[in-house]
């Protein structure tokens, strides 16, 4: 893994660790992908202000703002984009940047994506009550939304998992993705 | 004709509904599947945001798994998420030679290998349009659902992105428009159907995906739609588990029952509510069913722990 290097600029290393991420110079500045999102209003930068700010090295401030975290993959930038820069997979990249630089602000979104991970790790599969019951625990669940309930009634309607399940070949699972990870991205 | 199943995570646990239903039509509709040995999580739209390679990796291991079993070129995969991430690495990987190193030398770790292409990665939706067709459907069909009015939804994940051969109009699709209409349901006019649900915001800011909701329900009401249909585990829990939250939050009073299309071909096929998962939604789809003259057969409350649940404890119940 290990996204960043030092001696590049901000702008390449986000083109080098995102497929096909060069089109990024070719950015227009038009708009078109903020003016689609459906998270825009929520966004501290919209994505055309963040690749503007990528170009400029405003490499903390992106890195910090709650824009990638309020992407929610929805792709309608990445379709509508004039020249087709892959601006999903680019948010994706500076989540990753952000969660190893240790500088996002909004803590619940890295920390949703990495308590969904760690049961991936640890079973080879996702686990909703799991996953729901740890993170909701973890960040004051009454202020978001009450999750017992919630849980009650997906229970009567059958429709939670009780147990997470295991996959057989979790071993190997866990040498594929250990060697991944010594790898650098692209 | 027979494919690979790829029923991923959601559909052994919140969306069990769509997999029951699924494989209640398959049946009539010719469909075999197989399931694909030992699958893993797709990563879902989490894993590819904390490190790509291992996301790579981690989807690359049900690819070769899946191409190991020889008896089907075709991979479908109900769930829009795991959709995606299976497409995304099958073409990302015949796309970008290097990838496919990179994926196939950690694959290596765990003695597998995987060429791209081998596959062909496809939506539920996108063989039952297909591969089955309109006119093989609506011959099949015993009970029409007519006078029903379905907002079809599709969401982002299965127009979106362009992953080779696209599957429909990534703005303005038409397959379950077209679909619904094969088995006697009125479509209404839902402009809003391909946009976002909102995925895991509901879990992170209530407040974008509240909004997001919203909407959708907002747009399927003003044309006094019976239902929205989907495609989409995703897209379901999050219009139909959410709706009271959403009825609360904005002082509204949606009851719009979310279903997804395999019931809908099964109700229109004949079959009974139950064996389709219906019953199971948060929203009753009782007033939808007996407009089509199916009295709903309500399930039994659950009779309390079994014996032999060796599972983990249910989160305490809050006091106050
Ligand atoms: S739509 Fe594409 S070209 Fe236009 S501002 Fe966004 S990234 Fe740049
Ligand atoms: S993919 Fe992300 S950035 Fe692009 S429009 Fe959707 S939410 Fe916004």
Known sequence: MNVTKSN???????????????????????????????????????????????????????????????????????????????????????????????????????????????????YGRSYEVGLATRFHLTHSPLKKFDYAPF???????????????????????????????TMEDM | MRYGYYPGCSLSGLARPYDMSTKAIAEPLGIQLEEVEDWNCCGATEYFAVNKMAAYALVGRNLANAAQQKSFTDLVAPCSACYVNLRKTDHNMGKYPKLAQKVNKALEAGDLSYDPGTLQVRHLIDIIVNDIGYDAIREKVKEP???????????CLIVRPELGEPLDDPEYPMSLDLLMEALGAQVVDFPLK????????????????????????????????????????????????????????????FKIPILFFTQMIGLALGMPPKSLGIGKEFVSAAAMLRKIGTEPELEAAPTGKKQDDKSLPMPGKREG
């Open chain 1, 151 to 181: 849980a009650l009634t997906m229970l009567t309607k059958d429709r939670l998992q009780l147990r997470p399940e295991r996959i057989k070949g979790i071993g190997q699972l866990r040498a594929i993705l250990n060697k991944a990870k």
């Open chain 2, 194 to 253: 391909a946009h976002c649900c909102g995925g895991h915001m509901t879990q992170i800011s209530s407040d974008t995906a509240y909004e997001l909701i919203r909407r959708l329900l907002h747009n399927a009401a003003e044309y006094d739609a019976d239902a929205i249909v989907t495609l989409c585990p995703i897209c379901q829990l999050n219009l139909d588990a959410y709706q009271s939250n959403i009825n609360r939050h904005f002082g509204t009073d």
């Open chain 2, 145 to 155: 659902l007519k006078g029903l009015r379905i907002a079809p939804y599709y969401g």
């Open chain 1, 8 to 122: 590049h600029t901000f702008l390449m290393q986000v083109m080098d660790a995102t497929l096909g991420g060069e089109a990024l110079l070719t950015c227009l500045q038009c708009g078109s992908c903020g003016g689609s999102c459906p998270s825009g209003p929520d966004m501290e930068h919209t994505p055309r202000r963040i690749f503007a700010m990528i170009g400029a090295g405003m490499r903390d401030e992106v890195l910090k703002s709650n824009t990638p975290w309020y992407c929610v993959s929805c792709y309608y930038c990445t379709v509508r984009c004039p020249k087709e820069i892959p601006i999903t997979d680019i948010m994706y990249t500076l989540k990753q940047m952000a969660i190893e630089a240790k500088l996002y602000d909004d803590r619940d979104a890295p920390d949703f994506s990495q308590s969904f991970i760690g049961f991936v790790e640890n």
